[in-house]
Each structure stands twice: as C-alpha cells, then as structure tokens.
C-alpha cells in the first residue's frame, strides 16, 4: 500500500462541489480536505484528492450537493423570545413603542444568551453558518456566548450606536415635526430605552468596542460596525463611526432606505436623494453594508455601484409588513448590473424565520414576477448573494464565501435521501427550487463538525428549546404582555 503524501483533518469524498470559486467551478465527483486548523487544504476530483491526503475522518457525501455555509447579513438576534408575538394587525409605526421598547426594558442578559442560541441553532440546521447581528444586542458578550457554545461564526456590533433616538421613523409617516434642526422625524419614538445610549457622548463611548475581538484574524466571533439608522443617527455619529470602521478594516453596517417613511424623513434632512447625500459627504463606500435599501432612485443607484457598497436584501421582512421591495425595490436590477448583494433575514417578527434558502428564493422568484422574465434572475444568483455576496457584505470576502484552498471550512453537506432531491437530474436547480434548507444533513464550520444527519453533535436540542419556551414565557409575563391562544379574528371578507 502506497503512503499519501499529506495529512487533513477531515476529507470529505464522493460530493457535487458547488465551489462558488469566480470560474463557478462544479466538481461532480469531488473531494474537499480540511486541515486541523479549520483550513480547507484542497478541492478537487474525488480520486486525486484521496490519492493526496490521508485524513483522520472521512465523510462520504454520496454524491450529494456540498457547498460553502450561507452568511446571513441582517440579523436581530435577540429577538426569537418574542417571535409570533406582533399580530398581523399591527401596524409598523406602533411595534418599537406598543412592543419592542418594553421589550429592550424587560429582556436579561440570560434572556439574550438563549435568544441568540435560538437563532443559532436555527441558521445552522438551515445551512447558515455565519451572521452579522445588527447592533441590537444590548450585552454584545451574550451573542459571543451563544455563537461560541453552538459553534457559529459571527460579526457582532455595539448596541444602538445613535444620538438621536427620538428620530426613529421606521415605517411611521407622520408629517414634519418643527423644532429639530437634524432631524425630520423628531419626536416620533416616545419609549426610552434604559440601556442604550441617549446621546452622542454615550454613543462614542460604546463605539467600537466590538473592535477588540478582532485582534486574532482567525476568531470565530469578530466585530464591526453598526450603527442602527433610520433617522437615529447624527451625520456627526454616522461619519465618526465610518471612520472608526475604516480605520479597523470591517464592515460599518446600517439601516438605510427600509420604509418609504424612512427614506422620505432621510431625503427631508439631507435636503436631496439620501444615498446622493452620502455619496457627496464621503459616507458612501466599499466598507458600508446597507441593510434593506428597499427605496433607491436612479441617481441612488448610480452613486451606490460606483461606490461599490453592498446592500443586505431582507426580502421577507419587507413583504412581511408591506414595505414594497418586491415591487419597487431595485435589487435584482443592481445586481444585474455589478452590485455587492447580500441576504438578510431581519428578526423573528419581521420574516419570522432565519433560512437564507427561503430568502434567496423569494429574491429571485420576487425580480422574476415583478419583471415578468424568468430569466431575470436564476439559481445561481440566489446561491451567489447567499454565500460570496454575503461573506463581502460582512466583510470576510477572504475568508468565507467559496470553497477554496486557504478559506475557512464552513461546508454544508446535503443529502440525497430526500423525495426533493429525487431524480437527480439537475441538482443546482433540484437544490435551489425542491429541497432546499430541507436537504442540509452535515454542517461543518471553521474545520468543526457542528450538525451531523441533521442534529447537533454538542447541543441537547430538546433541553435547550424548553429553556427558551420557559424565558421567553417568563420575559412576557414580566412585560405584561399576554399571548392568547386564537386570537386571531376571523379573516375580513367584503364590507
Ligand atoms: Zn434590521
């Protein structure tokens, strides 16, 4: 018996390798070997890689799809406490003051911690493998907790980066308040949150502290930028925080443009197109991640590709409360045309489930239907956004995204043994349009197998969920807040 040359960690043989390397190279009989370190060493045909490497565990992947982890770009994590709490009924501009304001002033640190394992356990059984949370984890340590305990890589920010909170106008349409010189939409949010900053001196205090977790490249949980957005934000905060950004090298991500509230109370303040504005202010880069961006002008769009920003399409959370990124959004169309497009999943409430399989497919069936053209956008461009257009919205475009020699090992294995997956006929589309997040069988992230034949290999799944029924009951009940079983009216039919 010959000796192989080299040693892995992990191969992993007999898979379709969909590398999302910039040729789009599909290796039908392929082999991935993994390194000790969480380095993907190598990936190629089946028999030369074994012939390669002798590994201390081989997973055959019996001809299934294999593929890099999705990167979910926006994400409140904090939020799976209270997911199906917000009636349909309510409207958007009523949710921060009726629910979620009282929700930050009632939510513990533990209640944070099992919120984010939720929502980790989530994504990974859903073939994600790496978030950026939005900046709205009060204690920022809990997200790092629970990512490290379940295993997932994350790019956490500080909390509610703002200075000017009363100026949050997501999805509220009132008219121009007088008395505010920075900002249209003064006075709009009446709820104070106790443990978020209240002015610009507490915000800067805050900023950047995220930042110290970068100081080992290969980290699992890292730090950016966030600052929240939609009117919260001075032009004073939002260019000292893209300078705090630039100067460590990540990802300033914020929300932009989400409701036609928010973006007319930005366009009133700026006084022209609020993506012009940042454009000509220097605010408008490479490093900046939009999330949503659902309301662009031309002229936006314009600004927006020769900056090079990314933008995190939430899909769902549009559709969810009604906000029109289906129709008026401009994603599918930048995307088309060389933008940096991302995928977000947003919160429990607003899409209600963490599965970027789900979001890339309402992305490209969305363009597809507003666009009347089936080829305006196809699988492709949906596992593209989900994986390398995500790993450079959150800033590690080096490191995750494809499969590649050098890269991080965050793999999803699917199964053929599923009906979707049955006859394998084209199993891009088979993937894409059938099966799905339904197919994930193994997960393996950094080198680590975390998720194996669809269960954790470290987590007591069954304990863990009654934990979180048992906190989030309990956080509810401290809110005053009660969740009646069928309370739901019968739908309106007619006058
Ligand atoms: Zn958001």
């Known amino acids: 018996m010959s000796r192989k040359p080299e040693t892995a960690e992990l191969l992993i043989r007999h898979a379709y390798v969909i590398t999302m390397d910039d040729s789009a190279t599909i290796i039908e009989n392929g082999a991935v070997a993994v390194s000790g370190e969480g380095r993907i060493l190598a990936v190629g045909d089946d028999a030369e890689i074994s012939a390669r490497y002798a590994a201390s565990r081989t997973i055959d992947a019996k001809g299934a799809p294999v593929h890099p982890g999705f990167v979910e770009c926006h994400l409140h994590a904090s939020y799976h406490l209270f997911r199906g709490v917000l009636p349909d009924q309510l409207v958007e501009s009523d949710s921060f003051d009726t629910f979620e304001g009282h929700f930050y002033n009632t939510v513990t640190d533990e209640d944070e911690y099992l919120s984010v394992l939720l929502a980790c356990m989530e994504m990974v059984r859903n073939g994600t493998t790496c978030f950026m949370e939005a900046g709205t984890v009060l204690t920022p340590e809990m997200a790092a907790r629970a990512a490290r305990q379940v295993g997932v890589r994350a790019v956490l920010g500080d909390a509610f980066i703002w200075d000017q909170p009363q100026g949050f106008s997501q999805g509220k349409n009132e008219t121009r308040d007088e008395g505010c010189a920075t900002c249209a939409a003064q006075a709009r949010l009446h709820t104070v949150l106790e443990r978020a900053p209240k002015t610009r001196a507490e915000a800067l205090s805050v900023l950047g502290t995220q930042l110290q977790r970068n100081s080992d490249p290969d980290a699992l949980v890292t730090g950016h930028v966030a600052v929240l957005g939609l009117g919260t934000a001075s032009e004073e905060l939002m260019m000292t925080a893209k300078a705090c950004a630039d100067a460590a090298k990540v990802t300033l991500n914020i929300h932009q443009s989400y409701s036609p509230a928010d973006t007319e109370a930005d366009r009133q303040r700026f006084g022209k197109d609020p993506l012009v504005h940042l454009f000509e202010t220097g605010f408008l880069d490479r490093n900046v991640t939009f999330g949503h961006a659902n309301h662009l002008t031309d002229a936006e769009c314009e600004v927006l590709l020769d900056r090079g920003t990314s933008i995190a399409w939430a899909p769902a959370a549009s559709m969810m409360w009604g906000h029109g990124s289906a129709l008026h959004g401009r994603h599918a169309e930048l995307w088309r045309r060389g933008a940096s497009i991302g995928l977000g999943s947003d919160s429990p409430n607003w899409s209600n489930d963490f599965d970027l399989w789900r979001q890339s497919n309402l992305a490209v069936m969305t363009a597809r239907d507003v666009k009347m053209d089936r080829t305006y956008l196809v699988a492709e461009d949906g596992i593209y956004m989900a994986t390398r257009g995500g790993a450079r919205a959150v800033g590690l475009e080096t490191s995750i995204g494809s499969l590649e020699a050098g890269k991080r090992a965050d793999i999803v294995i699917h199964t053929l043994d599923r009906p979707e997956m049955v006859p394998s006929t084209n199993m891009i589309r088979n993937l894409f349009y059938a099966s799905r997040s ?58």
């Open 438 to 495: 339904k197919s994930v069988h193994t997960v393996i992230i950094d080198g680590r197998v975390i998720l194996e034949q669809g269960r954790f290999c470290a987590l007591d799944e069954v304990e863990i969920y009654a934990e979180v029924r048992k906190a989030s009951a309990a956080l509810l009940s401290r809110m005053g807040h009660t969740v009646a079983p069928n309370a739901v009216p019968r739908p309106r039919r007619g006058a």
